[in-house]
């Protein structure tokens, strides 16, 4: 692979939760003057803490002079944000046109099996998070999963663990160098 | 340096290899090193080139002449002379339908050819993070024009002129939204990108964003010059990852050149560009809902008026387009209007982009001129449907879009035409569907995904699309009610006039545009509760079963074979069907099309599993009967003793019936004893499965023809009390053209029928055979047999198009018949008053037709040609004469000219008269006449006691070992072996050969049972 | 980078940025390009474009631009490269994996024979 970067990361344990409390409050004074700054905040927000805790929404509607109740509507309007905590990996199923005519849905049953979670729900030891999603736009590689950033095409039940395994491997990796 | 300078290509594919390709490969190698052109001339073997049926074959390039059936004898000639003097060998060398060529230069494939790619222009070309490559590519010289050459007014009336419409959906003039928002009053306006593509199955906005960010950026620069705007945001799906970040990278260069930002270009115009991404709601693809979202609220569409152009983002007038529409303008401001408008369609300008998907094999984006015609994108572009199926239909427009069947296929794509069709263009997702796509099942999918994407505002999307996919869920489980469909259209109906937003009032589309295409297939899962495509879950037990018009338990009788149970097998067989070795030879097996192991490898060889089950059998069993007194004295007439009618008589005696069958000619079987020939169906085989139906108390009397020698009035007139008409399509269609009477002009339904049944028949020495059916091959491998030395088989499409099933082609051609087509009959040629040949046109394949195969056109440069011959078989079609055989009886007649007959009973509108097979449905096949034998005999003993008694219909399980939970074993499917041509092209001698028994059991063992489901089933509800 | 403050310079800058791209894929250059859009990646077209670089490496081959460009449509066959030879005749690669390329760079780029089998065509 060319681009290996996990060797850069500078945290090399985990932050601890005031350091990433201090990342929102800098992430929220750089949009509080934005025109429609609460769903970008939110994105970042979630990006840091993995998910939306309460805490965290009480900051934000604070710190842009927002009501907790429509910073807490926008949140629960849009699927990708989360109050419970998430995997340290989304998987989202297509279950787009083209793959739910090329198998998507048993690629969905598949992974329930393996995972032994359902869809919206973290297994146990908080490595994947199940979504579904309608379309990443990979229709020609149908049926596809997206797990975190990268789409995975023409997904077979068959292939799944495999899959599954570069990214146990790479979080062991990512372990064992700090 | 190389001095190689031909390439010589040899299909080293399956099919070649089975015939023999490696050794024609050696004799070129051999051939070569005699000829020292070893080092000049290149062997390369292939992937299949896809003609295997005429194989072994090979390409020579440059000049790319295709070889075909080479021998390894012929290598020398190639050789020496085509490689080594230059001249093609006339005698081995076929010209190709230009489908199957392969072509190594980029410019010249298809896929690509036949595009016209503006949007896409840069994609694939320039590296998406240099900016340079952008502009070297003329990149924001378009911008320069507009800020240092022109008004914003010129450029408004530019893209007006130009004729360009939204790309995203309506099609809505984008010059017009461009004016109205530029004439706005403002101190403050927005333009917006739309790149929330949300619509499954369509990507083209992604791969522009990825592959060519700076042209939607330049894009909007030039938008916001000519409304007059400074600020812009695009609004990214968050399932684009990539894409925002290539964006973000094209942006960051932008504002870096000056291309961006405060006075672009040294000119006093400023503007600037964010992205905002999406957060996964589907719903923020309609503009209202979108600029909500954009002002970080919930993305909940409000009525319009007040239109965007208006009031948009924070109130003030915005500019909305999407990806593709954008991409378009830099080209437009370059090339001028009058340049964009001369492209596409009168009403629609310029190009669009689909993105392929779904059942076709060249799945990706594709930019075409606007109108070209449907048929062309998915075959020309697309490459046809995988696997040789069907096309059914195309969906096209999403969640808002239709479907558009294959009667179609020659549609402009255009917005106009797409909307009479009850389609839209939409974003341009194209999904390809062959017949193994359930309409009923995808108006579900497309339900489901609107309801859970329902932003739950307005009550008629919200509650209605419930509603509606509770319906459509019910019939999917085999729970439809008669004013299940007229529910589902009112309820459309309503939410399309009163849904909020574009989205809601689109909603029903695609479910009303399946009933408004696809009605039938709605009709049969509520009334026959049946999934012809074997999709729906509920009404398919195993998918080769629904595909069996006599819904055999294949999984039934396989298993059992291996667990070598034969008896039992054939008992479970004939439970459904009583031909199991007749079904055994002439079956096209369906079942194997639909057959679930050709997912994982190739699917199992069901018919020759059967074969084989079928030659254990010593003595024939007779199935379960229910003798009945009342029933054995009512009187029923069955006339035809084919196999619809001995299938209806067999099954009214397992009810206690004693029917009578009449027969026209001297001996019962119909088609199967008078035109099937018998090196396919021999002969004892048929007369033992009808005498097992003769002891079951079924009387058959011959040589009495209806019409002939007695009546239907008659009939009824000695008290039968209900008769099932299985008279067949017994007469041969002619020829439509000149001397079509002449001496030595038969038709193949009277050749085929006076060779089987008197046991000769007068052949030519030159035959030529007339069509591309199953009777043409039938006469054309009996012309063989009876001595002709040359049988030529003339069709007018192609091959691919033949209706004949393929393997009888291929046998066809390996027997020495000569297959000749795109070329159709013109006249036929007479000499004193005797046919010496058949004049020809060459044709060739332009639009497509209501079948969706493309329709045979005369060649203009093409001199029509004299094919001679002494004896000319038509067999173009085959007919019944209703008049005759009805007489005045009122049964009515369906579109095609036979008796109609009820679905599920096979009655007519005559309530004692029942028919079935080909005399109700037309040529068809066997097991179809099959089926509709045993459907009419439920619907007789309906009539005559007002109940259904069909016992064997009860569903049951086989006792045979299956584990689950095992993995299947990897094994390759097992072939039936062929008498080598040689010693069969000569005789009627059975030409298949069957499986050994541990071939058979090894094959029996391959199955999937997909019937196997009951018990895991209630296992998981309990758990 | 340097600034473009008026449409001159951006013609300057366009005729610059041809000249490279040419002196780059000029008459004597091969160019290989590798599409590597969503689909492209998730079919494994940055492991293409660290294979080529290797191959190319290994055979010693120096007179070969590699570079990445979005989606080049087919997504069914992906991963693919296009490949401009000396005469600027363009081929397009599908299905891509290690042992393709190994050829590819052997068979196309060393010996200049075109490899008719990993070619897209209909």
């Known amino acids: 692979m060319v681009d290996k970067e996990q060797g850069s990361c500078c945290c090399t344990e985990e932050a601890s939760e005031e350091q990433l409390l201090a990342r929102l409050d800098e992430v929220i004074a750089d949009y509080k003057d934005k025109p429609g700054a609460l769903i970008p905040v939110l994105q970042l927000a979630q990006a840091i803490f993995g998910y939306l805790p309460e805490n965290v929404l009480r900051k934000i509607s604070l710190g842009l002079d927002k009501s907790y109740s429509e910073v807490a509507g926008v949140v629960g309007f849009y699927s990708f944000f989360s109050t419970q905590p998430r995997g340290k990996h989304i998987i989202r199923v297509c279950l787009g046109t083209a793959c739910y005519v090329r198998g998507g849905k048993q690629v969905l049953d598949a992974i329930k099996d393996r995972l032994g979670v359902d869809v919206g729900e973290t297994t146990p030891d908080r490595t994947f998070s199940l979504d579904v999603a309608r379309c990443f736009g990979a229709c020609g590689l149908a049926p596809a999963i997206m797990i975190d950033d990268d789409v995975h095409q023409r997904v077979k039940a068959a292939r799944l663990q495999q899959i599954l395994d570069q990214y146990i491997d790479q979080d062991q990796a990512t372990a064992a160098s700090a | 340096m190389s001095t190689i300078h031909s390439h010589v290509l040899v299909c080293a594919g399956a099919g070649c290899v089975a015939s023999g390709a490696h050794d024609v490969s050696d004799a070129l190698q051999e051939a070569l090193r005699k000829h020292n052109l070893n080092t000049e001339v290149d062997l390369i073997h292939t992937g299949c080139l896809g003609p295997c049926a005429i194989g072994p074959v090979a390409v020579v390039y440059p000049d790319g002449i295709f070889y075909q059936g080479i021998k390894p004898e012929d290598a020398e000639e190639i050789v020496s002379e085509h490689l080594l003097k230059g001249r093609p060998v006339e005698r081995l060398n076929f010209k190709m339908p230009a489908t199957a060529q392969i072509i190594p230069a980029l410019q010249e494939i298809g896929f690509f050819q036949q595009q016209q790619k503006i949007v896409l222009r840069n994609c694939g070309v320039i590296d998406p993070t240099v900016i340079d490559e952008y502009i070297a590519r003329d990149g924001y010289q378009a911008l320069a024009k507009a800020l240092t050459e022109m008004t914003p007014e010129q450029v408004t009336d530019c893209v007006k002129n130009s004729g360009l419409r939204g790309r995203g959906g309506a099609g809505f003039l984008t010059g017009l939204k461009w004016e109205f928002t530029r004439k706005a009053q403002g101190d403050k306006k927005y333009v917006l990108c739309n790149a929330d593509e949300g619509d499954p199955g369509a990507f083209m906005d992604r791969s522009v964003l990825e592959g060519d960010p700076h042209s939607v950026i330049e894009a909007m620069i030039i938008a916001g010059y000519a409304i007059g705007a400074d600020q812009g945001y695009v609004y990214v799906r968050a399932e684009y990852p990539l894409a925002v970040e290539r964006l973000e990278n094209a942006l960051q260069q932008a504002r870096e050149m000056g291309l961006l930002g405060t006075n672009i270009m040294g000119t006093d115009f400023s503007f600037d560009l964010e992205i905002r991404m999406g957060s996964g709601a589907f719903v923020c693809g309609e503009e209202t809902a979108l600029m909500r979202s954009i002002e970080g609220k919930r993305g909940e569409p409000r009525p319009r008026p007040p239109f965007p152009a208006n009031a948009g983002l924070w109130e003030k007038p915005t500019l909305l387009n999407n990806v593709e529409t954008y991409a378009n303008i830099p080209v437009i401001i370059t090339n001028g209007a009058e340049w964009f408008a001369a492209i596409g369609s009168e009403k629609s300008k310029g190009t669009k982009v689909f993105a392929l998907a779904g059942a076709v094999n060249n799945t990706g984006l594709v930019e075409v001129p606007i109108g070209m015609p449907l048929g062309e994108i998915v075959y020309d572009i697309g490459g046809g449907i995988p696997g040789g199926k069907a096309f059914k239909a195309a969906q096209i427009g999403g969640p808002s879009g239709g479907c558009i069947p294959r009667q179609y296929l020659n549609v402009s794509v255009d917005y106009e035409s797409l909307q009479e069709l009850g389609a839209i263009m939409g974003s341009g997702g194209l999904i390809v569907m062959d017949e193994d796509t359930c309409m009923v099942d995808m108006s579900r999918f497309f339900l489901d995904f609107v309801q859970d994407e329902s932003c739950g505002k307005c009550v008629p999307c919200r509650v209605g699309t419930k509603r509606m996919l509770e319906i459509v869920d019910r019939i999917c489980k085999g729970q439809g009610e008669e004013g299940d469909v007229e529910k589902l259209l009112s309820l459309g109906q309503q939410i399309k006039d009163t849904a909020l937003c574009g989205l809601g009032q689109t909603a029903p589309n695609p479910v009303l545009s399946a009933i408004r295409h696809f009605r039938d297939e709605f009709d049969i899962h509520i009334r026959e509760k049946r999934c012809p495509a074997g999709v729906c879950p509920d009404l398919v037990r195993a998918p080769c079963m629904s595909a069996c018009p006599a819904n055999v338990y294949v999984p039934g009788f396989v298993s059992l074979i291996g667990e070598k149970r034969y008896a039992e097998a054939l008992r479970v067989h004939r439970d459904s069907n009583p031909f199991a070795s007749v079904c055994a030879r002439v079956c096209f097996h369906t079942c194997e099309d639909k057959c679930r192991r050709a997912t994982l490898d190739d699917s199992v060889s069901i018919r020759g599993i059967k074969r084989f089950m079928v030659d254990q059998e010593v003595t024939i069993q007779l199935p379960e009967m229910r003798e009945n007194e009342a029933n054995a004295k009512r009187k029923i007439a069955v006339i035809g003793a084919g196999p619809a009618g001995l299938t209806c008589a067999y099954f009214l005696a397992r009810l206690g019936y004693q029917p009578k069958v009449f027969e026209a000619s001297p001996r019962p079987g119909g088609m199967l004893v008078q035109t099937i020939p018998a090196y396919r169906m021999p002969r004892e085989e048929l007369a033992r499965e009808i005498r097992m139906i003769e002891r079951m108390g079924v009387e058959i009397e011959t040589e009495k023809a209806l019409g002939k020698d007695f009546t239907l009035q008659q009939l009824r007139d000695e008290g039968y009390e209900a008769v099932f008409l299985g008279v067949g399509a017994p007469l041969g269609a002619k020829l439509p053209i000149a001397n079509e009477d002449a001496d030595g002009v038969h038709d193949a339904i009277e050749f085929l029928r006076e060779y089987n049944l008197r046991g000769n028949a007068t052949v030519g020495k030159k035959v030529v055979v007339i069509g591309g059916g199953n009777s043409a091959i039938d006469a054309a491998r009996t012309a063989v047999r009876l001595g002709a030395e040359s049988v030529t088989v003339l069709y007018r499409r192609t091959r691919d198009e033949m209706p004949a099933y393929k393997e009888e082609i291929e046998e066809a051609e390996n027997e020495g018949v000569i297959l000749k087509t795109l070329v159709a009959p013109q006249e036929i040629v007479v000499e004193n008053g005797k046919a010496v040949g058949v004049r020809c046109d060459h044709m060739w394949l332009g639009d497509f037709d209501k079948s969706g195969r493309r329709r045979p056109q005369a060649r203009e440069d093409g001199d029509s040609f004299v094919e001679s011959a002494d004896q000319i078989i038509a067999a173009i079609g085959q007919s019944l004469d209703t008049n005759k055989v009805l007489d005045n009886v009122p049964a009515k007649l369906n579109l095609s000219g036979y008796v109609a007959a009820d679905p599920l009973y096979g009655q007519t509108s005559v309530d004692w008269l029942f028919a079935g097979g080909d005399a109700s449905d037309g040529p068809s096949s066997v097991a179809e006449a099959i089926g509709a034998g045993e459907r009419a005999a439920v619907g007789i003993d309906k009539h005559l006691t007002g109940e259904e008694h069909a016992f064997w219909r009860e569903e049951y399980d086989v006792d045979t070992e299956f584990d689950p939970d095992a993995d299947p074993v990897e094994a390759p499917r097992a072939k039936m072996k062929m008498l080598p041509a040689e010693r069969r092209a000569h005789n009627f001698n059975e030409v298949e050969l069957a499986f050994t028994e541990s071939v058979a059991v090894r094959e029996a063992r391959r199955c999937l049972r997909c019937d196997y489901c009951a018990e895991p089933a209630e296992e998981t509800a309990s758990r | ?122």
């Open chain 3, 1 to 122: 980078m340097t600034k473009i403050s008026s449409p001159k310079d951006l013609a300057a800058l366009r005729e610059q940025a041809r000249e490279a791209i040419a002196l780059r894929s000029g008459p004597r250059e091969i160019v290989v390009t590798v599409h590597m859009g969503t689909c492209g990646i998730a079919a494994g077209a940055r492991d293409v474009l660290a294979t080529l670089a290797e191959t190319l490496e290994q055979e010693g081959v120096k007179n070969v631009t590699l570079r990445q460009s979005g989606c080049a449509g087919l997504c069914e066959r992906e991963p693919m490269i296009t490949l401009a030879d000396k005469a600027g005749k363009e081929y397009r690669y599908g299905k891509l994996n290690k042992e393709r390329i190994q050829t590819l760079v052997q068979e196309h780029v060393v010996k200049g024979n075109p490899v008719m089998d990993y070619l897209v065509s209909n």
